[in-house]
């Protein structure tokens, strides 16, 4: 399904370790090089790496940090880092998204699909690709108060849904007020499709 998200201002448990984003630093992760200072009353969650209980929220913060983690530019490339110490569990669908509304809604910017954290299929938990690099939409729109959203479906073990979502500044030149893209899906939790195991199958899920 095609989605068209728009600024703000244009709409007036587990106890293994899996894999975490940490560039741009997703809320409030204690792992990141830099981090803003916590807002009253939160506190660090060092349970980034923990799967998104099946009939609770997305995310696990809607609470944003109170200043921007990284400042992106519409037509240029961006990096997103991955901690080096998760278990990465034989790849699976990485989908990465912009928001305006607090992740309510979110549009897709780059997908890789199939063999995320992997260069070829491989059944291990042991990362092979810990950074994607991938330019930013030329027409989505400029924003003091975007979100980026990481969303990862893994290909082996138990049906998880994996989630990071970061606060960033959009610049955009162009004057663009809206971009459409397919709207991001949350896979194995409440409301979505459960996607099984791959079992060798990569396709599973597409």
Same mark, same amino acid.
């Given at each position: 399904?095609?989605?068209?998200?728009?600024?703000? =201002? $244009?709409? #007036?448990?587990? @106890?293994?370790? /899996?894999?975490?984003? %940490?560039? !741009?630093?997703?809320?409030?992760?204690?792992?990141?090089?830099?981090?803003?200072?916590?807002?009253?009353?939160?506190?660090?969650?060092?349970?980034?790496?923990?799967?998104?209980?099946?009939?609770?929220?997305?995310?696990?913060?809607?609470?944003?940090?109170?200043?921007?983690?990284?400042?992106?530019?519409?037509?240029?490339?961006?990096?997103?880092?991955?901690?080096?110490?998760?278990?990465?569990?034989?790849?699976?669908?990485?989908?990465?998204?912009?928001?305006?509304?607090?992740?309510?809604? =979110? $549009?897709? #910017?780059?997908? @890789?699909?199939? /063999?995320?954290?992997? %260069?070829? !299929?491989?059944?291990?938990?042991?990362?092979?690709?810990?950074?994607?690099?991938?330019?930013?939409?030329?027409?989505?729109?400029?924003?003091?108060?975007?979100?980026?959203?990481?969303?990862?479906?893994?290909?082996?073990?138990?049906?998880?849904?994996?989630?990071?979502?970061?606060?960033?500044?959009?610049?955009?030149?162009?004057?663009?007020?809206?971009?459409?893209?397919?709207?991001?899906?949350?896979?194995?939790?409440?409301?979505?499709?459960?996607?099984?195991?791959?079992?060798?199958?990569?396709?599973?899920?597409?």
């Amino acid at each position: 399904m095609m989605f068209k998200i728009a600024s703000a =201002a $244009a709409l #007036v448990s587990s @106890v293994a370790a /899996h894999m975490a984003m %940490n560039e !741009p630093c997703p809320r409030f992760s204690p792992n990141c090089a830099t981090q803003p200072k916590l807002p009253a009353g939160q506190s660090y969650n060092h349970n980034v790496k923990d799967p998104i209980a099946y009939d609770g929220p997305v995310f696990m913060s809607d609470v944003p940090w109170p200043q921007p983690v990284a400042s992106w530019t519409a037509g240029q490339p961006v990096t997103v880092r991955f901690q080096a110490d998760g278990a990465a569990h034989g790849g699976g669908h990485c989908q990465f998204a912009i928001s305006y509304d607090n992740g309510k809604t =979110a $549009a897709i #910017v780059h997908k @890789v699909m199939k /063999h995320c954290f992997f %260069n070829n !299929p491989l059944d291990s938990n042991n990362a092979e690709v810990l950074k994607y690099t991938f330019t930013l939409p030329a027409d989505v729109p400029a924003s003091s108060n975007a979100q980026f959203i990481w969303i990862w479906t893994n290909a082996v073990g138990d049906r998880e849904l994996y989630t990071g979502i970061s606060d960033i500044t959009i610049a955009n030149s162009g004057g663009s007020k809206s971009y459409t893209g397919k709207s991001a899906i949350y896979p194995n939790h409440a409301g979505y499709d459960t996607i099984p195991a791959f079992n060798g199958d990569y396709t599973t899920g597409l």
